[in-house]
């Protein structure tokens, strides 16, 4: 068995995230960014079949953007870490963070959580 990680970092969605009234009136901008713990019987051959494909990741965080409005960080990267393991058997963990891009001038401000397989 051998072990890789897949990230997909930094991906900015527009999404109506946050319990507050001006967080509510418009979507932000928030990064989100995902690792997969990936396991495979042998190294991978070069072909994509081979291995954990991430756009199934990219397309399913822009489809929760899209679908409704979350109140809480914590609630998108429960989500996408759902998304994440759903997908295929070979993940066997995830950790996904959420930026809040805009709500401070000086700062960014996220959420973060790792959840294994099983």
Same mark, same amino acid.
């Given at each position: 068995?051998?072990?890789?990680? @897949?990230?997909?970092? #930094?991906?900015?969605?527009? %999404?109506? +995230?946050?319990?507050?009234?001006? &967080?509510? *009136? /418009?979507?932000?901008?928030?990064?989100?960014?995902?690792?997969?713990?990936?396991?495979?019987?042998?190294?991978?051959?070069?072909?994509?079949?081979?291995?954990?494909?991430?756009?199934?990741?990219?397309?399913? @965080?822009?489809?929760? #953007?899209?679908?409704?409005? %979350?109140? +809480?960080?914590?609630?998108?990267? &429960?989500? *996408? /870490?759902?998304?994440?393991?759903?997908?295929?058997?070979?993940?066997?963990?995830?950790?996904?963070?959420?930026?809040?891009?805009?709500?401070?001038?000086?700062?960014?401000?996220?959420?973060?959580?790792?959840?294994?397989?099983?």
């Amino acid at each position: 068995m051998v072990d890789y990680t @897949i990230l997909l970092e #930094g991906l900015e969605v527009v %999404i109506g +995230l946050g319990i507050h009234d001006h &967080e509510r *009136v /418009a979507p932000q901008r928030v990064a989100v960014s995902v690792w997969l713990t990936c396991a495979y019987d042998a190294v991978p051959e070069d072909r994509i079949e081979a291995v954990v494909d991430y756009d199934y990741l990219r397309e399913g @965080i822009r489809a929760l #953007g899209e679908a409704r409005h %979350i109140e +809480l960080q914590e609630t998108l990267c &429960e989500e *996408v /870490a759902r998304l994440a393991l759903a997908a295929d058997p070979r993940v066997r963990a995830v950790k996904v963070r959420s930026m809040k891009l805009d709500v401070y001038p000086d700062a960014r401000v996220g959420c973060e959580v790792t959840r294994m397989r099983g």
